[in-house]
């Protein structure tokens, strides 16, 4: 199977990605209704990865953010109009901050897929 770097788009090797909800989910729309799933394997290479760290740690600070606009629009929601709509808005709205955060998406590494080391520690 090829790899290529979620950074870079290059046919590299590299650390692999975790499969998670995400990835599966891109990967059963391109299956499914664009019919056109390559199976590829998704890893980051050596010379992408400080960056990918980067993208990373913006991607779960943003997340972050997002959650709690959401939580604090849905606390306020429910102190100006304590009543089923407001609290359906207000899930509503949470759920569409917590899509925003998907745009800045970085999947995790595998890190237990890595080779141990020979000799030692690993």
């Known amino acids: 199977m090829k790899s290529y770097c979620i950074m870079c788009g290059e ?18 729309f391109k ?6 799933e ?12 400080p960056e990918y760290t980067k993208r990373l ?26 009543s089923a709509i ?4 207000g899930l509503l709205m949470l759920a569409v901050l917590y899509l925003f955060s998907l745009l800045n998406y970085a999947p995790k590494l595998n890190i237990n897929a890595l080779p141990k080391k020979p000799g030692g520690k690993g």
């Open 11 to 28: 046919k590299k090797a590299g650390i692999a990605v975790k499969e998670d909800r995400i990835i599966r989910s891109i990967r059963w």
């Open 31 to 36: 299956k499914n209704v664009t019919k056109n």
């Open 38 to 49: 390559k199976g590829h394997g998704l890893v980051v290479c050596r010379s992408c990865y």
């Open 57 to 82: 740690n913006k991607y779960r600070s943003r997340q972050a953010v997002y959650l709690v606009l959401g939580v604090l629009f849905v606390i306020f929601e429910l102190i100006i109009s304590p």
């Open 86 to 89: 407001s609290i359906l808005i």
